[in-house]
């Protein structure tokens, strides 16, 4: 394991990278040296081309209780994450990452789970928007992404109210994929990453830019987008792809393996 200070540790293991935010003491949350510093780890992170997937979590039990309020009451301005060009979470990921939610993921630690591609969270995990007690607003991106992903209502509900809502809830209304045992969920999401991971990865790359980026489309734009995107995969992998299926990989209960050797989980797929 590395470590960016040791305030953000980072591991690797074949295709997966995993960012710890090493603040435990603080619940996680984020002081400006942090935010920088997970901010570099995520651009390492894109720019290193043995890295596909990324696991994002905090240490000691707790995902991130957002900005830290002590280094700002002291006078130390907070970089706004999303809206600063130097914050950590200023634009979509280049590749897909994962957040492993433990503990409290609340204000700006609920941003930083948004702005992941999918959640993981452990049963007693708690997210909410707890800023909305100290008259601190979110810059992290929240009112953007959380109706986007759960709708305009039950996102006010959450900003309006500073509800706190567990795992099954959240997994419920579409704010996490995943509900697992509580000391679980960073092996969990490092597992789902490692099977992201052993797909072929230019089509998986393009399928994903293209449902990212689709949504201010209409839809004839969209699917020639899509089209697009999908350019170099074609050329690239479909055919390999499909000569391996024709060859039996992946049928009648076999499990395929990627251009990399890896095994990919995927069950039992259609012999058609």
């Known amino acids: 394991m590395n470590a960016m200070s040791d305030k953000i540790l980072v591991s690797r293991d074949g ?3 995993t960012l710890v935010i090493n603040r435990p003491a603080a619940r996680n949350a984020l002081d400006r040296e942090a ?8 651009r390492d992170f894109e720019a290193d081309p043995q890295a596909r997937v990324a696991v994002l979590t905090g240490a000691g039990g707790h995902f991130c209780a957002g900005a830290d309020l002590k280094e700002l009451a002291g006078g130390v301005d907070y970089i706004p994450w999303a809206g600063s060009p130097q914050g950590p979470l200023h634009r979509t ?3 897909p990452v994962i957040a492993a939610v433990a503990g409290h993921a609340c204000a700006g630690g609920l941003g930083l789970a948004l702005w992941c591609d999918l959640r993981v969270a452990e049963r007693s995990a708690s ?9 601190v607003p979110m810059s992290d991106g929240t009112t953007v992404r959380l109706p986007r992903l ?7 509900d959450m900003l ?5 809502i567990g795992g099954e809830e959240a997994e419920r209304i579409g704010l996490v994929n995943r509900v697992v045992d509580d000391g679980s969920g960073r092996a969990q999401a490092e597992a789902l990453a490692r099977q992201i991971a052993a797909f072929p990865p230019i089509a998986m790359l393009s399928d994903r830019a293209s449902t990212l980026q689709q949504a201010d489309l209409g839809l004839a734009a969209a699917i020639e987008q899509e089209l697009a995107l999908a350019t170099e995969a074609r050329r690239l992998e479909a055919r390999a792809g499909a ?23 995927v069950g039992p797929p259609s012999d058609t």
Not at 127 to 135: H, I, K, Q, T
Not at 150 to 156: D, K, N
Not at 160 to 164: E, G, K, P, V, Y
């Open 243 to 265: 000569a391996r299926f024709a060859a039996g990989a992946g049928r009648h209960g076999q499990t395929p393996a990627s251009p990399s050797g890896a095994a990919a989980d």
């Open 15 to 17: 295709p997966v990278t």
């Open 127 to 135: 997210f909410a928007v707890l800023s909305r007690r100290w008259g």
């Open 35 to 42: 935010s920088l510093l997970l901010a570099e780890a995520i």
């Open 150 to 156: 759960i709708g305009l209502s039950r996102a006010l």
């Open 93 to 95: 990921p280049a590749k």
């Open 160 to 164: 309006l109210t500073a509800r706190a």
